[in-house]
């Protein structure tokens, strides 16, 4: 069974999220989809990734990344734009201007990810 595409979009005016998904597009949204929406800005997709808590990933979320060394000793965290890239949804490694991407992966038992927060609502959580 092919996987649901889950998008949402940032509705600035209103100051909420908008969620549906590709199918929603062909069968729910009236036709009028543009002009009802027009003012939707940033739509990002759902990376088909939850946190550590359950919550699904979506681009352009911030996330705490947490890694575990020497058998779960030794433990660093930080902070991290979701975005899509190179055909991959990541985060950039340092900083935002650094060419080189990591990719999200499946939670493990070495590293584990928190959604924080958003680029568009929490924009400071980065700084």
């Known amino acids: 069974m092919p996987r649901e595409i889950k998008i949402r979009a940032w509705e600035k005016k209103q100051a909420r999220w908008v969620y549906f998904t590709i199918k929603d597009l062909f069968q729910k949204i009236p036709f009028d989809f543009r002009k009802c929406y027009a003012n939707l800005k940033n739509i990002?997709?759902?990376?088909?990734?939850?946190?550590e808590n359950g919550k699904e990933i979506f681009?352009?979320?911030?996330?705490?990344?947490?890694?575990?060394?020497?058998?779960?000793?030794s433990k660093f965290a930080y902070r991290y734009e979701v975005v899509f890239e190179r055909g991959m949804f990541g985060y950039h490694l340092g900083n935002s201007k650094v060419n080189k991407i990591d990719p999200i992966c499946e939670i493990s038992e070495l590293e584990t990810y928190e959604v924080i927060g958003n680029v568009f609502e929490t924009p400071e959580l980065l700084t």
């Open 44 to 51: 990002t997709q759902f990376t088909g990734l939850k946190d």
């Open 59 to 73: 681009e352009g979320d911030i996330i705490n990344w947490t890694g575990k060394r020497n058998k779960g000793i």
